[in-house]
């Protein structure tokens, strides 16, 4: 029996150690501290992560008294499938509800050379960019790295069963809910477990972390670990950004650039990949992707046009297939690969800006709070 108090970080309070929470380093130092050589860390992990086992009875190259030291004081505790949806395209989708209520999405995307895991850095977001559905819900919390890991977990377990073979992500990208430069070091924790090769052993070009452009981050995440980047442009001036992307009015266009530079320099066939969502008569014409083209001149870049996702009360619409190709037009006679991203997924609401993982809103059940407050006032 363990009778140690659940601690503050263990919302679960079965007061047992996570083991996905620690990377590579932090469990071998886990292990050296409880008397254990380090390299039976790596052996745990091949089995958490390679064979998707969380039970310390199955791994058998482990002796009787570790797997019974650690079914006592630690577990592989993973959130729970509170649903999950398969689109006739092969895309998955799975809502994971978290120890303490709260809702976040992942979705696999297969296509024929790939299969892109989309997944979530925080329960909600709290950047408010004007046609992403993901800011209605608002903000609760970052998630931990065992929580960010556990997507990968979950999915590869589920997709290996419905016969998508031994290794079917070989991409991850975190372009799910929330911002992951807001999240630094959970998130640089679960790419550690990613690209490492006792756990999920990917390249660091198949994991990209997507932002919506938070400066100083980008500067630390290329020291820390240098994954593909994609930045959520959408807009090619600032007068534009601040309004679709508020967080432009913090970092603008010309910090935001110069950061994209820095993290592309030291590596010489690498590009940033932009991210510009398509939106009927705001961001769409021949002038914008002129102005885009002048933006970007000399910073590797690929272009990725997202067909805007629509969702109730948005207040935007989707531009035209002519429109967007013009768009692209423009780009690719200036040299700027660009693809149009076909969207996936559309009759489970996998697509981009649409995951909404019913959030409990601290930021929101505040307003209302207050709200009522001031009601009581007048
Ligand atoms: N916060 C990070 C990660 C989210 S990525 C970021 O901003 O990059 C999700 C991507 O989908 C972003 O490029 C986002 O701008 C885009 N997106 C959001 N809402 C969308 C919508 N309704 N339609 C299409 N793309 C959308």
Redesign the pocket.
């Known amino acids: 029996m363990n009778s140690a108090p659940a601690r503050a970080e263990d919302p679960a309070r079965t007061g047992k150690t996570n083991l996905l929470n620690f990377d590579r380093p932090a469990l071998e130092a886990f292990f050296v501290a409880n008397g254990e050589k380090a390299f039976r860390a790596s052996q745990l992990m091949q089995w958490i992560y390679q064979r998707g086992c969380d039970d310390f009875g199955q791994m058998s190259n482990l002796a009787r008294s570790l797997r019974a030291w650690l079914g006592e004081g630690s577990e592989v505790r993973l959130p729970a499938i509170a649903r999950e949806q398969r689109s006739r395209d092969g895309t998955v989708k799975w809502l994971l509800t978290l120890d303490d209520g709260n809702g976040i999405e992942t979705v696999f995307i297969p296509e024929e050379d790939r299969g892109t895991l ?1 997944i979530s ?1 925080q329960a909600g ?1 709290s ?1 408010n ?1 004007s ?5 209605r819900q608002g903000y609760n919390r970052n998630l931990s790295t065992g929580e960010i890991i556990a997507q990968l977990w979950i999915a590869q377990r589920a997709l290996r069963a419905y016969g998508y073979g031994e290794r079917p992500i070989t991409n991850v ?10 999240n630094f070091d959970p998130v640089v924790g679960a790419i550690r477990l990613m690209l490492d090769d006792f756990a999920f052993g990917l390249s660091k070009r198949r994991v990209t ?5 938070v400066v100083p981050e980008i500067d630390r995440l290329r020291e820390a670990c240098d994954v593909s980047l ?5 807009a090619p001036d600032d007068a534009l950004r601040d309004q679709l ?1 508020p967080i432009n009015k913090k970092y603008p266009l010309r910090e935001l650039i110069a950061a994209c530079r820095r993290y592309v320099d030291r590596q010489p066939r690498r590009r940033v990949t932009f ?4 939106l009927a008569g705001v961001n769409d014409g021949v002038e914008h992707a002129r102005a885009l083209v002048r933006l970007l001149r000399g910073v590797p870049s690929k272009l ?1 046009l ?6 109730p009360d ?1 207040g ?1 619409a ?1 531009s035209t297939p002519e429109a967007i190709d013009r768009f692209r037009d423009v780009a690719m006679a200036a040299d700027i690969m660009t693809v149009t ?1 076909r969207t996936r997924g559309d009759d489970i609401d996998a ?5 909404a993982g019913s959030v409990l809103d601290r930021t929101r059940r505040s307003q209302r709070l207050q709200a009522r407050a001031e009601e009581r006032l007048q």
């Open positions: 989309c850095s977001c950047l960019c046609f992403c559905s993901t800011a990208v975190f372009m799910g809910m929330g911002e992951p430069l807001l972390l997507s932002t919506s452009g994609a930045v959520s442009l959408h992307v991210e510009y969502v398509m990725n997202i067909p805007f996702n629509p969702f948005s935007f989707t991203r697509a981009c800006g649409q995951l």
